[in-house]
């Protein structure tokens, strides 16, 4: 279950760079979207950083190489 909501965070994460992207393309710099769109995805961020400790924490995630 954990890892499926660090996956969602991944993917949110990606979406939100191209919307940023998009954008910055279309305003050309002067609208505040932007900048919205890079606050969600420092949260996004945090969150993530947030599931990961978390998951390393309890032992839900491992250290290593899944062949090994």
């Known amino acids: 279950m954990?890892?499926?909501i660090i996956v969602l965070l991944l993917l949110a994460i990606v979406i939100s760079l191209v919307?940023?992207?998009v954008f910055f393309y279309?305003?050309?710099?002067?609208?505040k979207?932007?900048?919205y769109a890079l606050g969600i995805r420092?949260?996004?961020?945090?969150?993530?950083?947030?599931?990961?400790f978390y998951g390393v924490t309890t032992?839900?995630?491992?250290?290593?190489?899944p062949w090994s």
């Open 42 to 52: 420092v949260t996004l961020a945090i969150i993530l950083m947030i599931c990961v």
């Open 19 to 21: 919307v940023g992207y």
């Open 33 to 35: 979207r932007v900048m």
């Open 59 to 65: 032992g839900q995630l491992n250290f290593g190489a």
């Open 26 to 31: 279309k305003d050309q710099g002067r609208s």
């Open 2 to 4: 954990l890892r499926a």
